[in-house]
């Protein structure tokens, strides 16, 4: 069965810490570094004041350069050489989940959801939140589940609605998913779709 906890790690959202960007690699001669930003505003990651390297790493301080095909060209206090600041890609810059601390209880943020639980109507697991995605239309939960569905596979990106996501519970870990209406729903369109194509076969 799939784990939540170290898809949560590989997402960069490690227990009470949250990666709010990379270093990507050095950058000239200096120990400049390129930075990818991960905040919803990229320049909110300099906005910061306790931006660590690594979850529960040493505290950074980080200085704007100037803005990068890919994020930004940053400097580090700590970083003097080009070989220094190579040594540092791929590092993720963290900062405590408090920050983000929501003003209401039953508030969260959508990083909260990768690694829950994803249970249907019945209370049965179905699965593990492994990211949260928006591909342009809307949030989608993406889901692994622990059984591959015949013509859907192991993977379902679910909409991020009440009419499909009705409970969401941080605290106990889960959420709650119409699993069966989104299958019925899917299944629906695959066998249109099927139809749809044997129907342009059966005319050329």
């Known amino acids: 069965m799939a ?5 949560r790690r590989q997402r960069g959202v490690e227990d009470g810490w949250i990666c709010v960007g990379a270093l990507a690699g050095a950058h000239g001669v200096r120990g400049d570094v390129r930075l990818r930003s991960f905040t919803d505003d990229p320049e909110a990651i300099f906005a910061f004041t ?4 690594g979850a529960n790493g040493p505290v950074i301080k980080l200085k704007r350069l100037r803005e990068d095909k890919e994020g930004f060209i940053a400097r580090l206090d700590s970083v003097k050489n080009r ?8 590092t993720g810059l963290y900062v405590a989940r408090d920050v983000f ?9 959508l990083a909260d959801l990768i690694g829950l639980d994803a249970k249907d109507e019945s209370g049965a697991r179905v699965g593990f939140v492994r ?3 928006n591909f342009g239309a809307e949030d989608l ?3 692994v589940l622990d059984k591959a569905l015949p013509g859907l596979g192991r993977f379902a990106f679910i ?13 106990g870990g889960s959420l709650t998913i119409a699993f069966d209406h989104w299958v019925s729903i899917h299944v629906s369109e695959r066998d249109e779709d099927d139809a749809s ?6 005319a050329t």
Do not use: C, M, T, W
Not at 101 to 106: C, F
């Open 83 to 90: 070989e220094d600041a190579q040594a540092l890609k791929g």
């Open 141 to 143: 939960v993406e889901v």
């Open 197 to 202: 194509g044997a129907s342009d076969e059966a």
């Open 131 to 133: 990211a949260v995605e």
């Open 3 to 7: 784990n939540g906890s170290s898809e």
């Open 101 to 109: 601390a929501a003003e209401d209880e039953d508030e969260f943020y």
């Open 159 to 171: 909409p991020f609605r009440k009419a499909f996501v009705p409970v969401v519970d941080i605290k």
């Open 50 to 53: 306790s931006l660590h390297k």
